[in-house]
């Protein structure tokens, strides 16, 4: 089993650019989310999607934009880059409330 | 703003010792709690969860939860050097439509020396 798949594993961007990052799960799982990471910031969420064809906004939606294309694939957009969104991005999918969250490897993002 | 709070540390423990890592929380309505370990450049991997008051055990990790004190904690046992990591606490809250959406504290590193 792959689990939750993300893609690029890293990214350079200049400023203003547009990009798309990708999230895939093979786990059956309703519920997927993106999370960002900064020192001392902890893991923030962004955007999740409770089931398939719903989304909503998290802690730090600014700047972004998702997608839940089928149960399996949630991306995330960033439509013209900023340096304050150089993080690195993390996707996790949930079967259910009570069973914790898997974690894809991550997507490191610098924006220049 | 739902708020879980760590210690950010560094907590040093000999190799052998007992670590205990706590995390308070602010929603006392959240039902779900869990614990997962970051090692450096890697993603967050689950290690407990729990639900009902009390302790949990599972090998050399011992979770307890005080729902009245909004209170959880992490115990290990025998620490290695092996489990020097970021440790993060994680609670669930209830959002809109019946779902529910986790929020992280910022992590608690721990070492362990030999």
């Known amino acids: 089993n792959a689990g939750v798949t993300q893609t690029p594993k890293f990214q350079v961007l200049k400023t203003g650019q547009s990009m798309t990052l990708q999230c895939a799960q093979d786990?059956?799982?309703?519920?997927m989310y993106w999370y960002r990471q900064d020192p001392g910031m902890g893991l923030r969420l962004i955007y999740y999607?409770?089931?398939?064809?719903?989304?909503d906004k998290g802690e730090v939606p600014n700047g972004y934009n998702v997608s839940r294309l089928n149960k399996r694939e949630f991306s995330l957009r960033l439509e013209s880059a900023a340096p304050s969104q150089t993080s690195v991005y993390f996707c996790?999918?949930?079967?259910?409330?009570?069973?914790?969250?898997?974690f894809g490897s991550g997507t490191r993002l610098t924006v220049v | 703003q739902k708020e879980v709070e760590q210690n950010s540390g560094p907590l040093s423990v000999p190799e052998g010792a007992i670590a205990s890592l706590n995390c308070t929380y602010s929603d006392r309505g959240s039902q779900s709690f869990f614990w997962y370990r970051q090692y450096s450049g890697k993603s967050p991997e689950l290690i407990m969860f729990?639900?009902?008051?009390g302790d949990k055990e599972d090998g050399r990790f011992t979770a307890q939860l005080n729902k009245a004190s909004q209170y959880v904690s992490l115990l290990i046992r025998d620490s290695q050097p092996s489990d020097s990591a970021t440790y993060l606490c994680?609670?669930?809250?209830?959002?809109?439509?019946?779902?529910?959406?986790?929020?992280f504290g910022r992590g608690t590193s721990l070492i362990v020396h030999p």
């Open positions: 999607s409770a089931s398939e064809g719903t989304t």
């Open positions: 786990m059956n799982h309703n519920s």
């Open positions: 996790a999918s949930s079967e259910d409330r009570d069973y914790g969250y898997t």
């Open positions: 729990i639900y009902s008051n």
């Open positions: 994680a609670v669930n809250s209830a959002a809109s439509g019946g779902s529910y959406i986790p929020t």
